[in-house]
Structures are given as C-alpha cells and as structure tokens.
T-cell receptor
C-alpha cells in the first residue's frame, strides 16, 4: 500500500529558531500534498495545499511567511516553521494524494513540535 | 453551523460490543465519505471510503451513508481493545478536492 514518511516525529526547539518537517511519499508520486495542524482533542485543520513545482495555497488565517511550504518533487514536500514561538507548538501532519482516488489520501505519522 | 459535526466522546464500551459512530454534515455537495482511525500521536489511517448512499462492509466494519439525511455512520462489530482510538469522519467533493474532517470521536474498548 501507499506509504508516506514524515520526519522528524518529534522536535523541540527554542523560541525564535526555525524547524523543517519533511514529508515523503515512498512508493508513489503525489500530485498534491496537504499540511494539517492538530491541537489536542481537536480535528485536523488544513493549513495549505501544495502541488509539485508550484506555490502552495494557504488556508485563510495561515501565515504563509511563517509556514513555508516547498514541494520540490512529486515525492517530497517540506514545511518550515520560521521564527517559532510557543503558540506554534502543535501536532503537524502531512498527507499525500495520488489524485482522483478515494483511498488516495495517505497520511504521514505526524510531527509533534514543542517550542520552548 | 459547522460543515461536519461529530460527537467527540469519549465513547466507552466493553469488549465485544457493537459500536456506532456518526457524523452529520451540512454541505449537500459532498460526494465521497471516509472514515479514518487515529491512534494517539499518530497520523490517521484510512479504514473505509464510500461514495454512494447505502452500506459498505469490510470485515468487522460497516460504513453507512444516507445522503438524503446528510448522515454517515461507522459500525464496528465485536469491538476489541485494539480498536481504542479516535475515529474521524471525512468527506470531500471529489477525488481532487481537500478533505473536510469531523472533530473525531474517541473510542475506548475495555477488556
């Protein structure tokens, strides 16, 4: 089956620093990748949608200068949280889509970011 | 009114019970419906998907969609402690659209 690898699974960083999270589709080419944020006991909130080779589309209220998304290839997307602050602490999850298939949305295992 | 409503629970049942999880939605344009299972601190994994009203069965799991009532359900038969997780319903307009998730229902199956 389709596998999406997300790294790191957990990261602690100091306030003001930047953190990069990688999302890779291991055995398929992802036409689209999605980045979500999830707070405790809350649902997944879509942050942005990215297609390979083009700029990401951010959801309303998501700061594009703070959450930099790069989708350089059909198998790799990265999310960089710049100048992180404690309020950015959350669970970040990526999803890769093969497009057109209902079972085509595969999620990574998530990254727990803690900013101290 | 939120697009997708789902009771967050927790729902506690004894092992072997039949579990019913539900979501309602307001956007009649949703065409595809999915159920995901999410263990603590992990990404969601797809359990079932369907795009038509009616029932779809896969082992101990049955997904039910009633588009006229904008209501979907997931039934789990012979529930096991390993089923303890958060169950998220999700829906989308098409296979190329973003997913809209419910808040998730936490299920606890006790031995």
């Amino acid at each position: 089956g389709a596998v999406v690898s997300q790294h790191p699974s957990r990261v602690i960083c100091k306030s003001g620093t930047s953190v990069k999270i990688e999302c890779r589709s291991l055995d398929f080419q992802a036409t689209t990748m999605f980045w979500y944020r999830q707070f405790p006991k809350q649902s997944l909130m879509l942050m942005a949608t990215s297609n390979e080779g083009s700029k990401a589309t951010y959801e309303q209220g998501v700061e594009k200068d703070k959450f930099l998304i790069n989708h350089a290839s059909l198998t790799l997307s990265t999310l960089t949280v710049t100048s992180a602050h404690p309020e950015d602490s959350s669970f970040y999850i990526c999803s890769a889509s093969r497009g057109g298939e209902m079972d085509g949305y595969t999620f990574g295992s998530g990254t727990r970011l803690t900013v101290v | 009114q939120k697009e997708v409503e789902q009771d967050p629970g927790p729902l506690s049942v004894p092992e072997g019970a039949i579990v019913s999880l539900n979501c309602t939605y307001s956007n009649s344009a949703f065409q595809y419906f999915m159920w995901y299972r999410q263990y603590s601190r992990k990404g969601p994994e797809l359990l079932m998907y369907t795009y038509s009203s009616g029932n779809k069965e896969d082992g101990r799991f049955t997904a039910q969609v009633d588009k006229s009532s904008k209501y979907i359900s997931l039934f789990i038969r012979d529930s096991q402690p390993s089923d303890s997780a958060t169950y998220l319903c999700a829906m989308t307009l098409s296979g190329y659209s973003t997913l809209t998730f419910g808040k998730g229902t936490m299920l606890l199956v006790s031995p």
